[in-house]
């Protein structure tokens, strides 16, 4: 079988079972919720008419103890089956009452019984809804083979019948399961009628998705069988899609074999940060084996040398970002006061500032953190080196913190061109990085450096614009002790 059939049938089986499988899982779960319906409007018509037959059928006997007159009762429903009943109910014809009600006494025997009084004096002291009725709890049952449903079942609901605080009998009330199945048996019925109808569509939707999509892969399967036998066939149109740009490989393949036209190098990627050094030495070096003054001599060394320098700072925050993005603890935890993080990120920044022409102030701080000193340490110089390199000349870089819910939030604020919105959320990731204020796009190492030291103290980084060109660098860390590796 080939693999676009295979690919086809797999779509159609996937949608047809998710769909009727679906189905099958709503019409199992039909049932019960509608049973929960019918018994809560049951479980109201029951304290209904408990509360109505305590208040209008409860009698003071001549010992002075209540008694349940059902004699009210008889009246309303012989009153009740002289009425004429017609209500259409969707599907349902419904011309007579069918529910059911009972009364009992303290002891559990029947003293009313709507239907016919057919189990007038009966005892239902053991049956479960009059049962815990009378022990003033919520009394419900179901029962098979009832004769007002002989083919289902009947569902009954029991509440106390109070006077003056006492439980002087139970009343309730009972309705067979006979419309509620016919609705459930046409709401079944109704799903799986929709069920199939929108398997059906959705299938015929993956046929057609299949068909746009190996049609055209037939077409580039036949035209790479003619190239590859020397046929000449012309191009196929494909489109502008991904299908058409395999299309247009194989056609540049086809011109290259042909001799019109060579593959040109494209490996940069991952290389590219590597490809600038590397090119500097190797020209610096070629120089050298020349006869030159020393004062060019010593221009190519400083060359050599700085391009050396780029080329083991690359790979060395290559190393210690992967050392970092792996671990899963710190290697050690100790108290640090949020004070002598920033005189060190100060002074060894100072001369950077300088050369961009921007001043540092670290605002003094009380705060302590628990973490690693040294990673907390390069995380802040990462961070101002970057607001250095993007601020404007002649301003200031402020460096703050904050306690906040927890954590200790250090932030860097500089002046300089708002970053664009595209890029707040991806300048943490590993080698995206923008053009400083030289121009000069950097490694794309050292945000990310910092979002994984942050991670390791159970906090975040993140760079947001505040208006009138302040720019906001936020490393948050957790105040509480961390676990260590």
């Known amino acids: 079988m080939k693999i676009r059939t295979q690919l086809n049938l797999t779509i159609i089986g ?107 004096g009966e005892n239902y002291a053991n049956w479960r809804d009059v049962k815990l009725a009378l022990q003033g709890k919520y009394g419900a049952r179901t029962t098979s083979g009832d004769p007002m449903y002989m083919e289902g079942s009947t569902m009954y609901v029991a509440r106390p019948i109070m006077y003056a605080g006492d439980i002087v009998g139970a009343l309730a009330v009972g309705k067979p399961t006979r419309n509620l199945d016919l609705f459930i048996h046409n709401l079944t019925n109704g799903l799986w009628m929709t069920g199939l109808v929108v398997a059906l569509i959705f299938a015929l939707a993956g046929y057609m998705v299949y068909r746009s999509l190996t049609k055209p892969l037939a077409k580039i399967q036949q035209y790479a069988l003619d190239v590859s036998r020397g046929i000449e066939t012309p191009r196929p149109t494909i489109g502008d899609n991904e299908i058409g740009d395999v299309e247009k490989a194989l056609d540049e393949m086809r011109r290259s074999l042909d001799g019109k036209q060579y593959i040109e190098t494209y490996i940069q990627s991952l290389t590219h940060q590597l490809k600038a050094p590397v090119a500097g030495i190797y020209g610096a070096a070629e120089l050298l084996r020349e006869d030159l003054p020393p004062v060019k001599r010593n221009l190519f060394l400083r060359n050599i040398l700085g391009q050396s320098h780029r080329l083991r700072e690359l790979i060395e925050r290559l190393l210690a970002l992967a050392q970092i993005e792996n671990a ?121 450096f910092v979002s994984e030291i942050a991670k390791l103290h159970h906090g975040t980084a993140s760079l947001q614009n505040e208006g009138e060109g302040r720019i906001v660098a936020t490393l948050s860390v957790s105040a509480r002790t961390l676990n260590i590796a």
């Open 328 to 448: 899963g603890a710190l290697n050690s935890v100790s108290m640090v006061r949020v004070q002598q993080l920033f005189d060190e990120v100060t002074q060894s920044l100072a001369d950077q500032a300088r050369s961009y022409g921007v001043s540092l102030r670290a605002e003094p701080s009380k705060d302590t953190v628990m973490g690693d000193q040294f990673l907390l340490t390069q995380a802040l110089i990462n961070l101002v080196k970057n607001a250095i390199e993007h601020a404007t000349r002649g301003t200031e870089i402020t460096l703050r913190s904050q306690q906040q819910s927890g954590q200790v939030v250090f932030s860097v604020t500089n002046i300089g061109e708002p970053v664009p919105d595209f890029a707040l959320s991806r300048v943490f990731e590993r080698f995206y990085s923008l053009p400083n204020t030289r121009g000069q796009k950097g490694s794309g190492i050292g945000l990310s």
């Open 14 to 120: 996937i949608i047809a079972a998710a769909i009727l499988g679906f189905v099958y899982f709503l019409a199992d779960e039909i049932r019960p919720r509608y049973r929960e319906a019918q018994e809560e409007v049951l479980v109201d018509f029951a304290e209904t008419m408990a509360a109505l037959v305590s208040q209008t059928s409860v009698e003071i006997e001549d010992n002075g103890q209540p008694r349940i007159s059902a004699i009210k009762l008889v009246h309303a429903y012989r009153g009740l089956q002289s009425r004429a009943l017609k209500a259409q109910i969707y599907a349902l014809n419904k011309t007579q009452v069918d529910t059911r009600i009972y009364v009992t006494d303290r002891q559990g025997k029947v003293i009313f019984d709507s239907d016919n009084d057919r189990d007038l």
